[in-house]
């Protein structure tokens, strides 16, 4: 049990729809990371976010609209999405109190599997 | 500029030793994280070098040398539920994050 959580765990949606990815930690944490995993490819930075302020947005393309209501939630609002976007979108969160994010031991949610039709 | 290196694919034999290395380049190097990644599940973390060494946790160790850009994962005694995807990420003081390798999946076979 990570203490990250994601909904849904599977998801298939087609080019013009609109859905969101949700993701919660029970840890305390301050940071929240939205990664995206394609198959025989390094993790993929999106968004950071650290005590709800985004400060992290790694060149996303703007159908990936991130939103951090609290320490504890952070969601993808995902909206005309290509083929290319099917993949695994992982949710992590660390402590962030270092200063130094890149320090932070960070703990991962299980993942949503996208698939764009 | 930012760059991990690790082999794609490893195989061992249940009870034997396996050594997992990762070469990075990395602007302002302030640690190495190892993470495992089971199939369909979430990447857990392993260990966090950022002092030249071998840092020792039950059957993993983790070694890192900062002058040469390289560490390795040990696994000893391996067993099947080892049978992973072993992630590698250098931390960045630069650009504040980490970098990820492709990850290394390990076959453990009878």
């Known amino acids: 049990e990570t203490g990250v959580t994601q909904t849904p765990r599977h998801l298939v949606m087609g080019m013009t729809n609109k859905k969101s990815l949700k993701c919660e930690q029970h840890?305390?944490?301050?940071?929240m990371y939205w990664y995206k995993q394609s198959a025989k490819k390094p993790l993929e930075l999106m968004f950071v976010?650290?005590?709800?302020?985004?400060?992290e947005n790694n060149s996303v393309p703007s159908r990936f609209s991130p939103e951090c209501p609290n320490s504890s939630h952070l969601f993808l609002h995902l909206h005309t999405l290509q083929p290319e976007d099917s993949a695994l979108y992982l949710c992590?969160?660390?402590?962030?109190?270092?200063?130094?994010?890149?320090?932070?031991?960070?703990?991962f949610g299980p993942g949503t599997r996208l698939t764009v039709l | 500029g930012q760059n991990i290196d690790q082999p794609t694919e490893m195989t061992a034999t249940e009870g034997a030793i396996v050594q997992i290395n990762c070469t990075y380049q990395?602007?302002?190097?302030?640690?190495l994280f190892w993470y495992q990644q089971h199939a369909g599940e979430a990447p857990t973390f392993l260990s966090y070098?950022?002092?030249?060494g071998l840092e020792e946790k039950g059957r993993f160790s983790s070694f890192l040398s900062r002058s040469k850009g390289y560490s390795y994962l040990l696994l000893k005694e391996l067993q099947m539920k080892d049978s992973a995807s072993y992630l590698c990420?250098?931390?960045?003081?630069?650009?504040?994050?980490?970098?990820f390798g492709q990850g290394t999946t390990l076959q453990v076979k009878p």
């Open positions: 990395t602007s302002g190097f302030n640690g």
């Open positions: 840890l305390g944490h301050n940071a």
């Open positions: 070098n950022v002092l030249d």
């Open positions: 976010y650290s005590l709800e302020e985004r400060v």
């Open positions: 992590a969160s660390s402590q962030g109190t270092s200063g130094a994010l890149s320090t932070d031991t960070q703990y």
């Open positions: 990420a250098a931390g960045s003081s630069n650009t504040g994050k980490l970098i």
